[in-house]
């Protein structure tokens, strides 16, 4: 890029930021809001299965909102996706094998 | 000899060196907390018995927690953003703003293990506290390293931003990914040690 396309860089970086920063207010209200639906769940005593699932349903939304918005993973370089591929087909089977070893036993 | 691509990509990943470094280590921290949240599991699976959180932990004390940790990942957002629009005392303020959430976080923490102590409950008391202090105590220490890093980055470290504007941004961006970790990790600590 030459010299004189620069403040046009500069601009469409500042446009493109403002963008994020808009984003990035979004998610963070969205989190409290679901920080409070957590709270708001558990205080209903609901069954320890129900319970389970909706709190690691919304803890899974909130870290979604996090490594999606917070760390760009919503548009980052292929070899990034990549690495994390790698890294969550070793992740589950160490996380989901101990369940698999007792089925069930978790939930009661 | 400098480090080759700091801050241009190289032609082969599309990305700087210092962004696929961080990104590599952020993969070994999700396998080393992915390894205790499996032991959490199995050593739950396997107990007779399992108690609520709220039995030892303090639910209000820990949503405190959450709430400061995710105002800490927005200003760490912030900082970088107003770096990208060469905005320097913006950056300090919000950054500032990151590592006082970051101590706060460590105070309410310090404020909690007391009372556990004061209980006279400890890791040995029984597994549920072995795997809650394993778990939030090597939790906390991310939170020092990651306040360590801010704090170099706000101080010292800052005088790059005159000599090398875009590779300080690219070392701001680095910090905050491991950052944002931190808290996505506790976004799953919260509900599993506390509420379930």
């Known amino acids: 890029m030459g010299e004189a396309h620069a403040p046009e860089a500069a601009a469409h970086d500042h446009a493109e930021v403002d963008r994020h920063v808009r984003a990035a207010l979004l998610v963070f209200g969205s989190l409290l809001v679901l920080t409070a639906f957590t709270v708001a769940a558990w205080t209903l005593h609901l069954p320890r299965r129900s319970a389970i699932t909706l709190a690691l349903l919304i803890a899974v939304v909130k870290g979604s909102l996090v490594a999606g918005w917070f760390m760009h993973l919503i548009s980052e370089r292929r070899i990034i996706y990549w690495v994390l591929a790698l890294t969550a087909a070793l992740f589950f089977p160490l996380l989901l094998f101990p369940m698999l070893t007792a089925p069930g036993a978790i939930l009661h | ?196």
């Open chain 2, 1 to 196: 000899m400098d480090i080759p691509y700091t801050v241009a990509a190289r032609p082969d990943t599309g990305l700087n060196n210092g962004k696929i470094g961080i990104w590599l280590f952020l993969a070994s921290e999700v396998m080393l907390f992915g390894a205790l949240f499996a032991s959490y599991v199995m050593l739950r699976v396997g107990a007779p018995e399992w108690p609520t959180g709220a039995t030892y932990l303090n639910v209000p004390l820990a949503t405190l927690n959450t709430v400061v940790l995710i105002s800490s990942s927005v200003t760490m957002v912030l900082a970088w953003a107003s770096l990208v629009k060469r905005d320097f005392s913006r950056f300090r303020l919000f950054l500032g703003i990151t590592i006082l959430c970051g101590l706060v976080f460590l105070v309410v923490k310090y404020f909690e293990y007391s009372a556990k102590f004061h209980h006279e409950y400890f890791p040995s008391t029984n597994t549920f506290l072995a795997i809650y202090f394993t778990l939030t105590g090597l939790h906390g220490l991310h939170v020092i390293g990651g306040m360590a890093v801010n704090s170099w980055l706000w101080g010292p470290g800052s005088a790059m931003w005159k000599t090398d504007p875009v590779h300080f941004t690219n070392r701001v961006e680095n910090a905050g990914l491991f950052w944002h970790l931190v808290d996505l990790v506790w976004i799953f600590l919260f509900p599993v040690l506390y509420l379930l």
